[in-house]
């Protein structure tokens, strides 16, 4: 294993996570102990939401998200190609289809609404909006949409607890929501509608009535259910950060800041969501998109050399092999630029000053390294020149390079 001079994040496991780990660890059945519905009530009241129901990842409190909405086969839901793989993934453990739409540019990572709009057809049922790395997407107008084409919108906010669109914490402003921690605490379904947060329940624990296995009444199933429920440890775990998040999200935007104060004037790089356009981000990546000369896999090496580790954020969804497969056609420019280009600089609340400071400067050296040398340059860039109306099988509009 690398040992890093600065890894791309590091986990607060302080004393207080201890002790609340340990506190679980003495009881003999860690389930039944109510942490776990504590850190559903604390982050509900925090969020200033109707339910939160606790589960053991994000990737499945978007998938029960989609699937208390009643999606099916048949359905399409829009959904960016620039997120985590889980973002697609849980509509496709629905049975529907994800439609992956473009993000606003290379200064806002995010889902574009213009080119959500035109992907809204009869067969779209949702749409799953990501706040990318902390950033808030433009809701205002994705909400717009929604209500216009009666759709459901389901927020992705994995990384993005605590930040702030209009005044309200991301996860309250769709219908159901999907949040989750930095050390991999599980994930959390928010939602205002009692019926959803009930059904979410019963379905993360194999649809089973909620004595459960192991009670003397014995039980019964009523609906197809899954077994993701959080565990105790993690509800501990993820109380305790709630506790330090504001802290800690204000002490990462501080060193987000600085960053941009120093990067600023480097020659070869992009720094996205410049503009908060009044809202309250919550960075939890610190992402910049280098210009196109500038060979990225050398960049990455020369960081690594120097013991600082970045990260991608994100491979285009569309482009991971399995998604290729099923659409092989589909061509998003805009997102696949940003995902040729991005590189995620560390970011942590415990990250220094100095920290920050030895980061840009090598950053500045590699970017000169490593000028000139990009593949990408060696091929023209391609331009959209026409579209198709619809994608074989399922009913994607694609653009053709
Ligand atoms: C945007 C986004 N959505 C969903 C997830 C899934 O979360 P998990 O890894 O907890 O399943 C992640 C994880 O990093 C993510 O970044």
Same mark, same amino acid.
Request: glycine fraction near 8%; proline fraction near 6%.
């Given at each position: ?12 496991? &302080? ?9 679980? #660890? ?37 998938? #029960? ?55 809204? /057809? ?44 209009? &005044? ?79 802290? /800690? /999200? ?14 600023? /004037? ?65 061509? #998003? ?31 500045? &050296? ?36």
């Amino acid at each position: 294993m690398i040992q890093w001079k600065i890894p791309l994040t590091d986990i607060e496991l &302080g004393i207080r996570q201890r002790l609340a780990v340990a506190e679980v #660890l003495k009881s003999r059945w860690p389930r039944a102990n109510g942490v776990v519905q504590a850190f559903e009530w604390a982050l509900a009241k925090y969020l200033g939401a109707g339910h939160a129901v606790a589960v053991s990842s994000g990737a499945a409190a978007l998938h #029960l998200g989609l699937k208390v909405l009643g999606l099916k086969e048949g359905d399409e839901v829009i959904c960016p190609s620039f997120s985590f793989a889980a973002t697609a993934n849980a509509i496709l453990h629905t049975g529907a289809t994800p439609v992956f739409a473009e993000i606003s540019g290379l200064d806002d990572l995010t889902l574009s609404p213009a080119d959500l709009e035109e992907k809204i /057809n009869p067969r779209t049922r949702a749409i799953v909006a990501v706040h990318y790395g902390g950033y808030p997407c433009r809701m205002a107008s994705i909400l717009e949409l929604a209500r216009r084409h009666h759709l459901f919108v389901v927020e992705d906010a994995a990384q993005a607890v605590g930040a702030e669109y209009a &005044g309200r914490r991301c996860g309250t402003l769709g219908d159901i929501a999907c949040v989750g921690f930095f050390a991999d605490e599980g994930g959390i379904l928010i939602t205002d509608n009692p019926l959803w947060a009930s059904k979410a329940r019963l379905l993360r624990s194999h649809g089973m009535t909620p004595a459960g296995r192991g009670c003397d009444l014995g039980y019964d199933m009523l609906d197809l259910g899954l077994n993701c429920r959080m565990d105790e440890v993690r509800a501990a775990l993820g109380l305790s950060q709630l506790e330090t998040l504001e802290e /800690n /999200n204000f002490s990462r935007t501080k060193k987000v800041q600085r960053y941009r104060e120093l990067l600023r /004037n480097l020659k070869g790089v992009r720094l996205p969501f410049a503009q908060a356009n009044g809202h309250r981000p919550a960075p939890s990546l610190f992402p910049i998109i280098l210009d196109e000369e500038i060979d990225r896999d050398q960049f990455v090496s020369s960081m690594r050399e120097a013991g600082l580790q970045t990260g991608l954020h994100y491979p285009a969804i569309h482009q991971l092999s399995y998604y290729r497969r099923r659409w092989p056609d589909l061509r #998003l420019p805009l997102t696949e630029c940003a995902s040729r280009r991005e590189v995620t600089l560390p970011l942590f609340p415990s990250l220094s000053q100095g920290q920050i400071e030895l980061i840009v400067k090598k950053v500045g &050296g590699a970017l000169k390294d490593c000028r000139g040398q990009s593949p990408a340059k060696k091929k023209p860039p391609v331009k959209p020149t026409h579209r198709l109306p619809r994608e074989r099988q399922t009913g994607q509009r694609h653009i053709i390079l």
